[in-house]
Structure formats: C-alpha cells, structure tokens
C-alpha cells in the first residue's frame, strides 16, 4: 500500500550537515498519518530519530535534540531530515518509515550516513 523511497545518505566530515529525503507512494485508499526516521548503526539495534504525524506533531531522539529537523510536506507525501553538527556516533543506516490510520508500518529500503571524525 506505500512504498517509501528514502535519498541523502552520503560520508560527511563531523560538523558537517545533511538532509536525507523519503517520498512515498501510496495507494489511494492509504491514509497516511505519521512518518519518520529510523536508524540502525553498525551491530546495534534500530532506534527511533524523529518522527512526524501529518499535523505537524514531532518527536526527537534525546541524541539528536537540537542537531536535527524533521519536516513533511503532505502534498508531496515526502518526509525530510535536516541533520546538523553532526558527529560519528551518527554514522548509521537511516531508514525512513510511515504509518497509516490503520496503524500498519510502512519502511524503506534505508539510506547510508558515515560520519568521519
């Protein structure tokens, strides 16, 4: 029912900054009410970035309070990360996610961030 296909992911210098991107496409019947951003870093499991519902009601890892910025344009059913100052303990796969009103998570396929030092 949605397909998300993120973008962005790059090796970045600390400091530097990035926004990743995830479009989804939907059926028409899929309603569409929160997306986000998940990461994986390497032999840890999954954690929670940032998160968005469709009227604008965000949620922050404490890890990245300050340095990210998540933002959904509803017209485009296109999610954005704006990440900033950002440091190796960041270096991770970053996987965006949606959910409908029937609760079903959605995820893509996940986009690289490595952060040197």
């Known amino acids: 029912q949605v397909h998300l296909v993120e973008s962005g992911g790059a090796l970045v210098q600390a400091g530097g900054s990035l926004r990743l991107s995830c479009v989804a496409s939907?059926?028409?019947?899929?309603?569409?009410?929160?997306m986000g951003w998940f990461r994986q870093p390497p032999g840890k499991q999954r954690e929670m970035v940032a998160t968005?519902?469709?009227?604008?009601?965000?949620d922050y890892a404490d890890s990245v309070k300050g340095r990210f910025t998540i933002s959904m344009d509803n017209a485009k059913d296109t999610v954005y990360l704006q990440m900033d100052s950002l440091k190796p303990g960041d270096t991770a796969v970053y996987l965006c996610?949606?959910?409908?009103?029937?609760?079903?998570?959605?995820w893509g396929q996940g986009t690289q961030v490595t952060v040197s030092s």
């Open positions: 968005t519902t469709t009227n604008a009601y965000t």
């Open positions: 996610y949606a959910s409908t009103s029937t609760g079903f998570p959605f």
């Open positions: 939907r059926s028409a019947s899929a309603k569409i009410t929160v």
